[in-house]
T-cell receptor, first 110, second 115 residues
Framework: GQQVMQIPQYQHVQEGEDFTTYCNSS?????IQWYKQRPGGHPVFLIQLVKSGEVKKQKRLTFQFGEAKKNSSLHITATQTTDVGTYFC??????????FGTGTSLTVIP | DSGVTQTPKHLITATGQRVTLRCSPR?????VYWYQQSLDQGLQFLIQYYNGEERAKGNILERFSAQQFPDLHSELNLSSLELGDSALYFC??????????????FGEGSRLTVL
């Protein structure tokens, strides 16, 4: 079954509002990555987190890795229409198997 | 452009048939991953190869098989196709293997429609 859950599955926000998606794993992760997939596109790498409690920022995006390295979050401040897409967390489970989370689909209403 | 090339981009076939999807990884990347994405679904990990050898197997059906050739391109073979196999199949490549695999670069996908 799915080992990585993301919540929420869907999120609609007004342009300018903030958005957060959460990723939860049943096991400890050595690292976690985040990807964005635009509608009709392919996943594109955003960032990788490795250390416990790590926080990284990319302009309006803030990524966190939990202290126990079992969860992660992506927060977008003041969403824009260009943020539309599905956000996936991903990481190595059971060795080399590289699984993606269930994804959060973000819709930004202008 | 990620540098990962997948062919064909679109494929329509009938139930019971067999198809082959091809992936050329980025220059220098030794790992190739295959994922299946059904309509409005997440990315299901199928299989991974590193430098010609199978390294990890995910939710891949027995009707599906894959291999990576000496020139590092990979092929995913889907046989005895069923309607439920209709999906977008992505190939991704990376430099390394294992838990510290680094960034995955995805191709644009092959959209398979089984009628």
């Amino acid at each position: 079954g799915q080992q990585v859950m993301q919540i929420p599955q869907y999120q609609h926000v007004q342009e300018g509002e903030d958005f957060t998606t959460y990723c939860n794993s049943s096991t400890t992760l050595s690292n976690i990555q985040w990807y964005k997939q635009r509608p009709g596109g392919h996943p594109v790498f955003l960032i990788q987190l490795v250390k416990s409690g790590e926080v990284k920022k990319q302009k309006r995006l803030t990524f966190q890795f939990g202290e126990a390295k079992k969860n992660s979050s992506l927060h977008i401040t003041a969403t824009q229409t260009t943020d539309v897409g599905t956000y996936f967390c991903a990481g190595p489970w059971a060795g080399n198997q590289f699984y993606f989370g269930t994804g959060t689909s973000l819709t930004v209403i202008p | 452009d990620s540098g990962v090339t997948q062919t064909p981009k679109h494929l329509i076939t009938a139930t019971g048939q067999r198809v082959t999807l091809r992936c050329s990884p980025r220059s220098g990347d030794l790992s190739v991953y295959w994922y299946q994405q059904s309509l409005d679904q997440g990315l299901q990990f199928l299989i991974q190869y590193y430098n010609g050898e199978e390294r990890a197997k995910g939710n891949i059906l027995e009707r599906f098989s894959a291999q990576q050739f000496p020139d590092l391109h990979s092929e995913l073979n889907l046989s005895s196709l069923e309607l439920g196999d209709s999906a977008l199949y992505f190939c991704a490549s990376s430099r390394r293997e294992g838990p510290r695999t680094g960034e995955l670069f995805f191709g644009e996908g092959s959209r398979l429609t089984v009628l």
